[in-house]
T-cell receptor, first 113, second 113 residues
Framework: KNQVEQSPQSLIILEGKNCTLQ??????????LRWYKQDTGRGPVSLTI?????NTKSNGRYTATLDADTKQSSLHITASQLSDSASYIC????????????FGKGTHLIIQP | EAGVTQFPSHSVIEKGQTVTLRCDPI?????LYWYRRVMGKEIKFLLH????????ESGMPNNRFLAERTGGTYSTLKVQPAELEDSGVYFC???????????FGEGSRLTVL
């Protein structure tokens, strides 16, 4: 069964600090991996998308890494801001499928002042 | 440019009643998807339209759910009769083609009492 596991389930950090969120997947064959940010009551918004050949991709203070050999990805947030409080969802796309998106449950991040 | 819009944002109905959710994708996006997130679980795929045709409806839970996209523009998702386990947030997403970025709506929260 294709799965996407995220850790930690929730995380609380102080404003200005850095943090790293983890995503492990078993989806195969692999096409790409996306990180989404979902604010409370809103829809998911794309942060990064990485294909098999990409090891790292940045979007402002967000940096995603991908190790396709170990099937692991991380999302690093630098100098956190209060607006970073949200759920961060890892989504893995399966190659060849009509949709093939498998979602993780997300990491709920809270930034405290 | 308007994003993916969904209506209603929240619906509270009693078990056995009918509810119809509507999604207006981004103009020009042939691909339209319905997803659902049940509390405590990950977002799961329901179905995928390409224009007015159902490309993949393997995620539809049962025959109480009916999705339509007449004319290939907006889509509706009807639940009839609603059951308690249908409660959750229903997301719609669209993209112009299979390689394009997936844009989500803000979701329709359904509560079945």
């Amino acid at each position: 069964k294709n799965q996407v596991e995220q850790s930690p389930q929730s995380l609380i950090i102080l404003e200005g600090k850095n943090c790293t969120l983890q995503c492990n997947y078993t989806v195969s064959p692999f096409s790409n991996l996306r990180w989404y940010k979902q604010d409370t009551g809103r829809g998911p918004v794309s942060l990064t998308i990485m294909t098999f050949s990409e090891n790292t991709k940045s979007n402002g203070r967000y940096t995603a890494t991908l190790d396709a050999d170990t099937k692991q990805s991380s999302l690093h947030i630098t100098a956190s801001q209060l607006s970073d409080s949200a759920s961060y969802i890892c989504v893995v796309s399966k190659a060849g499928g009509a949709d093939g998106l498998t979602f993780g449950k997300g990491t709920h991040l809270i930034i405290q002042p | 440019e308007a994003g993916v819009t969904q209506f209603p944002s929240h619906s509270v109905i009693e078990k056995g009643q009918t509810v119809t959710l509507r999604c207006d994708p981004i103009s020009g996006h042939d691909n339209l998807y319905w997803y659902r997130r049940v509390m405590g679980k990950e977002i799961k795929f329901l179905l995928h339209f390409v224009k007015e045709s159902k490309q993949d409806e393997s995620g539809m839970p049962n025959n109480r759910f009916l999705a339509e996209r007449t004319g290939g523009t907006y889509s509706t998702l009807k639940v009839q009769p609603a059951e308690l386990e249908d409660s959750g947030v229903y997301f719609c997403a669209s993209r112009p083609n299979m390689a394009g970025e997936l844009f989500f709506g803000e979701g329709s929260r359904l509560t079945v009492l």
